[in-house]
């Protein structure tokens, strides 16, 4: 039986990859010894490879600039950086030398996004996503970004109270988006649904709370799928179940241009 480290490396892994090359006993990660760091700080030890984020940016707009010409899409690709990931200040201005927008999760988030706005690091009309459950903090936060004049800041809306939440906070007309609750896989210990509106209500909520608000309009539909993007019948099944809700959606609201999948590239 192999009981070793590095047996276990080579039973679940094609090692080593692409960033890793070994030099005798030694681990190089993009050629850097991994020795020598862990001499200096101890270990276990994370660190970050910042030009890793760049290049994972660029490969994901490589992706769907291929796609959109293979396919003659007449939609747009926007990258939205997930604050979540990371929130460290040089990870950050590095995913922002990329042109690329914002999504948040929490109230602080906000105060991120001023600061870069403020640093000149982030652009005016640059997407601002604002995901996550909106306590009273966050849609204050939220609020203010639009009330100072941040237009594309688009709250997603999780639940049937954040709307009059967000209206009665937000002096003029704003933007927003839906997230679908999609169901987890059944092999999950928290098989249960995900924040967001359930596929069936989304066409009712519409209907009962945007549609006839002079204030409020709706330009996304959100949905996340906590395995990733993954080529198996679950993923293509939530999909298509996601896809016939934005059919109907769009037949009756013309403003709903955009239909975002949340996902993200680690570094």
Known sequence: MNTKYIDLIDQTYFFPQEEFTLEGDHLKFHNIPLNDLVEE??????????????????????????AIKKNDYKGKYHYCYCTKSSHFQHVM????????????????????????KKDGKLRDDAYVIC??????????????????????????????????????S???????????????????????????IGYKNIVPFY??????????????????????IRDNAYYWNELVKCLKVYVRLKKICPSLGQFEHWWRFSH
């Open 41 to 66: 700080y101890g270990s276990p030890l994370k660190f970050t490879y910042l030009p890793k984020i760049s290049e994972n940016i660029a490969r994901a707009k490589n992706w769907f600039v291929n």
């Open 170 to 196: 937000i002096k003029n007309t704003f933007k927003v988006g839906i997230r679908i609750a999609s169901e987890e896989e059944p092999k999950f210990e928290f098989y249960t649904s995900r924040l967001g």
């Open 131 to 168: 995901n996550g459950f909106k306590r009273e903090q966050y849609i204050e936060n939220i609020a203010r970004l639009i009330n100072n004049g941040h237009d594309n800041c688009i709250p997603i809306i999780d639940n049937y109270e954040e709307i009059d939440l967000l209206s009665d």
């Open 207 to 228: 209907e009962n709370q945007i549609k006839d608000n002079d204030k409020v309009e709706l330009k996304m539909l959100h949905f996340f799928i906590n395995t990733g």
């Open 93 to 116: 201005h590095e995913a922002l030398k990329n042109d690329i927008h914002m999504e948040t999760s929490s109230a602080f988030d906000i105060n991120i996004v001023e600061q870069l």
